[in-house]
Each structure stands twice: as structure tokens, then as C-alpha cells.
């Protein structure tokens, strides 16, 4: 979900090979586009490679490993309003992205602080189909019980078939303290976990930087797991709540903060552009 996905992707750009059809595993498909209004398909040149959620007219929340490798922005746009990643309808909108904001504290590795905000290069006109959402904050209180739904465009299992068109997944939120017991020590406490103990129901690959949302409200962004879908290993993802201030500071920010890429990349772009 890190650097070698981009690489795929850039790889696939050039030789015309769609790569990607993601889809969640075990999920179903979205009918009404209006009950995932905030949903974002992140395409570079155009192919699906994450998820994101509208922040507000100019400003789209993702996972920071989406971007942190791409080697330029100028291809990157977001996409909403539409069901499929295949096809363009009288709802699809797009925009292309001018800014990334990456969390200075960014680990790629470990993928902590794995979250971005990206500038559009023009507000979004909300409608049925086009709307942000609002974001759980430390100060709100929920039951042990809260479902939330995950919705994207990821694979159906771990390097498994896909469908173009946008599914969800309804997941229980599992709260940090218990998701130590699948994953232990590499639970930060910017992470929160969403899942079921058994097998066959998770996010996985092309989800990443997509929304949970619990109670019509953003409670964390796909981030990572153990493959995906496998048993005692519930999806791991990044908690809003934890950075309420940091979205705040940076929502209205114009710096777009450096991209980790390698000389192969920026061949690849410069190949792009012939």
C-alpha cells in the first residue's frame, strides 16, 4: 500500500494496463451515491489508486502514504459524485489537486500520522451526490456497540478479483485499548480499529485513505492491516479525532509539504510527459 503500489501504478500508466479495479472484501454495492455523498476516488492520470472524504469545498482528507511517493502532483485529481471508476456519468466531478498537506510527523514505514489534506484547484459545488461530513472529536461520547460503515473502490480480497463499482461494509469500531490484543505494540494512539475477530469482512487494497464513518460522522481514514480480511486482524485505521487540531491548523493552509519519491519515479513522470 506504500511506495510499490505507486510504482505499479505509474508502471501501468505507461504501458496501458488497468491494474487496479478495487473493491471491499465482503461488502456491498452502493445503490444510492447520496448515502456515500463524501466518498473520494483519488486517480492519478486518471486510474483509481485511493480513497479519500471531503473535508469541505476545497479540501479532501486521505491516507498520507497515497501521496507520500507520487513524484508530482500535476496528474492527481479527485473525483466524486460518480458509482463507478470506469465510467463517467452526468454525476461525476472532477478536480484536480494543487496542494498536499502530509502530517510532519508522517512514518512510512510504520505509518504513523498517516494522513494528508489535499488542496483542489477549485471549490466543489455541493448537491445530493457531493457533500462533506463531519468529524468525530475527542470531546464525543458513543456505546461500546458503534457500527460504522468503510466504503471504496478496494480489492475484493488480498491480490484478489475486483468490481468497479463502490461498495461498503458495515464494521464495529474496536477502540484502541482492544485492538493492542490482535496487533500490540504498533497501535498508536492515532490509530482505531474496525472489524470483526472472523474472517472474510475488511478494507483492503485501493481503499486506502477512505472513510469510516460512524453515526454520519468521519471517525477514521483506511489506512493499514494484516493482509486483508484475515481473522484476528481487524482493520487499522487513522483516528480523526486525534487530529482535530492538526486538520484545523492546516485546512486552510496553501504549503504543500514534500513528497518522498525516488529517481525512477521522476523517470516515469518524465517519460509521462513525452
Given at each position: 500500500m506504500q511506495a510499490l503500489t505507486h510504482l505499479l501504478l505509474l508502471c501501468c500508466v505507461l504501458v496501458g494496463v488497468n491494474c487496479f479495479e478495487p473493491r471491499i472484501v465482503g461488502g456491498r454495492q452502493v445503490q444510492n451515491r447520496e448515502d456515500f455523498a463524501y466518498q473520494v476516488s483519488l486517480r492519478f492520470s486518471k486510474m483509481h489508486f485511493c480513497g479519500g472524504v471531503i473535508l469541505d469545498s476545497r479540501n479532501v482528507l486521505t491516507a498520507a502514504h497515497c501521496v507520500y511517493n507520487l513524484p508530482t502532483l500535476k496528474y492527481l485529481e479527485v473525483f466524486v459524485g460518480d458509482l463507478n471508476v470506469r465510467s463517467i456519468s452526468n454525476n461525476t466531478v472532477s478536480v484536480r489537486v494543487t496542494n498536499a498537506t502530509i502530517h510532519e510527523h508522517f512514518e512510512d514505514r510504520l505509518l504513523l500520522n498517516d494522513i494528508c489534506i489535499l488542496k483542489l484547484e477549485k471549490d466543489l459545488e455541493f448537491s445530493s451526490t457531493v457533500k462533506s461530513v463531519p468529524l468525530w472529536t475527542l470531546n464525543d461520547t458513543f456505546e461500546d456497540d458503534l457500527r460504522c460503515n468503510v466504503s471504496g473502490w478496494g480489492t475484493t480480497e488480498y491480490k484478489g478479483n475486483s468490481s468497479n463499482n463502490l461498495l461498503y461494509l458495515e464494521l464495529p469500531l474496536i477502540e484502541r485499548k482492544n485492538c493492542s490484543k490482535y496487533y500490540g505494540n504498533a497501535i498508536d494512539?492515532?490509530?482505531?480499529?474496525?472489524?470483526?475477530?472472523?474472517?472474510?469482512?475488511?478494507?483492503?487494497?485501493?481503499?486506502?485513505?477512505?472513510?469510516?464513518?460512524?453515526?454520519?460522522?468521519?471517525?477514521?481514514?483506511?489506512?493499514?492491516?494484516?493482509?486483508?480480511?484475515?481473522?484476528?486482524?481487524?482493520?487499522?485505521?487513522?483516528?480523526?479525532?486525534?487530529?482535530?487540531?492538526?486538520?484545523?491548523?492546516?485546512?486552510?493552509?496553501?504549503?504543500?509539504?514534500?513528497?518522498?519519491?525516488?529517481?525512477?519515479?521522476?523517470?516515469?513522470?518524465?517519460?509521462?510527459?513525452l
Open positions: 494512539p492515532g490509530m482505531v480499529c474496525a472489524g470483526f475477530e472472523e474472517a472474510g469482512k475488511d478494507s483492503c487494497e485501493g481503499d486506502s485513505g477512505g472513510p469510516l464513518v460512524c453515526e454520519n460522522k468521519l471517525m477514521g481514514l483506511v489506512s493499514w492491516g494484516f493482509q486483508c480480511a484475515r481473522a484476528m486482524h481487524p482493520g487499522v485505521y487513522t483516528d480523526v479525532r486525534e487530529y482535530s487540531d492538526w486538520i484545523k491548523k492546516h485546512q486552510h493552509s496553501s504549503t504543500s509539504k514534500h513528497l518522498g519519491f525516488s529517481w525512477l519515479m521522476v523517470l516515469l513522470i518524465a517519460l509521462l510527459e
